[in-house]
């Protein structure tokens, strides 16, 4: 079992920064993938960015590109989600999933879900 717990959101302002951290708990050994989504009232789930654990291998939806930077502290099970330039529009529910499997897709079944950490972003 993974457990996953997310932290760092809070309120902003256009243009400001935050920095959001999902740290694995438990049996992470062999978790091949990390993924941010967020969920914003009344909109599906949206997949933001993903990492491959072994590699550090990063992508990005179009939506933050450029904006947003993943990184990883192996040694503390952390992965980070560095968001710049945030606009009203980045205000959500921001998730961190897991995943063992070898193929890694924000439109699949992921194993491992946190609870979530509220960003809201102010015009």
């Known amino acids: 079992q993974v457990q996953l717990v997310e932290s760092g959101g809070h309120s902003v302002q256009a243009g400001g920064s935050q920095r959001l951290s999902c740290v694995a708990f438990?049996?992470?050994?062999?978790?091949?993938?990390i993924a941010w989504f967020r969920q914003a009232p009344g909109k599906e789930r949206e997949g933001v960015a993903l990492?491959?654990?072994?590699?550090?291998?990063?992508s990005y939806a179009d939506s933050v590109k450029g904006r947003f930077t993943l990184s990883q502290d192996n040694a503390k099970n952390t992965v980070y989600l560095q968001m710049n330039s945030l606009k009203p529009e980045d205000t959500a529910m921001y998730y961190c999933?897991?995943?063992?499997?070898?193929?890694?897709?924000?439109?699949?079944?992921?194993?491992?879900w946190g609870q979530g950490t509220q960003v809201t972003v102010s015009s």
């Open positions: 438990g049996y992470t050994y062999g978790v091949n993938c």
């Open positions: 990492i491959y654990a072994a590699t550090g291998s990063t």
């Open positions: 999933a897991a995943d063992f499997r070898s193929y890694c897709a924000y439109d699949r079944p992921w194993q491992y």
